[in-house]
């Protein structure tokens, strides 16, 4: 994996044309969706393509926006899908006890007593709270836990563990 991947932050995607005139609808991943439009020039995964965003504004299925070159709707049609990054150090510096979702990607799940569940794979949030997905140890199956202080016992990105509380039952002999 190249560095310049390693340094981009994944915060929304194109998933529609939308009118003639070249418009995207974008699902922002940004807390605010509209905060996608404040960091600048986006870009592709690979880094070959750049989205400057402008007249950006809200409906219920996103962000509606221009972007720089793409003035009708064939167009617009040819990059749905594409994934809007930014690079790592034009996001904002988080407080105490913040972290980015990005960061929590690859990280070891482990319960109280150190028995290993899995890696963390996503993070998702389907409207209540933000849910780890966890790939299960030598299962081809995933488990959720959210992402809240009554399942996380302790997070530490700097050793890339994260202990939770639950009952192993609920994950593992479910699959056995």
Do not use: W
Not at 37 to 44: A, C, N
Not at 156 to 171: D, H, K, M, R
């Amino acid at each position: 994996m190249s560095s310049f991947k390693n340094d981009l932050v994944l915060l929304g995607f194109i998933s529609a044309a939308h009118g003639i005139h070249g418009e995207v609808i974008i699902q922002s991943y940004t807390d605010k969706p509209m905060n996608i439009g404040e960091y600048g020039v986006l870009s592709s995964e690979d880094g070959r393509s750049s989205f400057e965003l402008s007249k950006l504004r809200t409906i219920k299925k996103g962000i509606i926006a221009c972007i720089t070159g793409i003035t009708d709707r064939n167009k617009a049609e040819f990059i749905k899908g594409t994934k809007l990054y930014v690079r790592r150090e034009k996001l904002p510096i988080l407080e105490a006890g913040e972290i980015y979702h990005v960061d929590l990607i690859g990280m070891k799940v482990v319960y109280n007593d150190c028995t290993e569940l899995g890696v963390v794979i996503s993070v998702h949030n389907f409207g209540a709270s933000d849910l780890l997905e966890i790939q299960l140890n030598c299962k081809q199956k995933t488990e959720f836990v959210p992402f809240t202080s009554d399942f996380i016992v302790n997070l530490s990105v700097e050793s890339g563990i994260i202990v939770v509380a639950i009952p192993q039952f609920t994950a593992v002999d479910r699959y056995n």
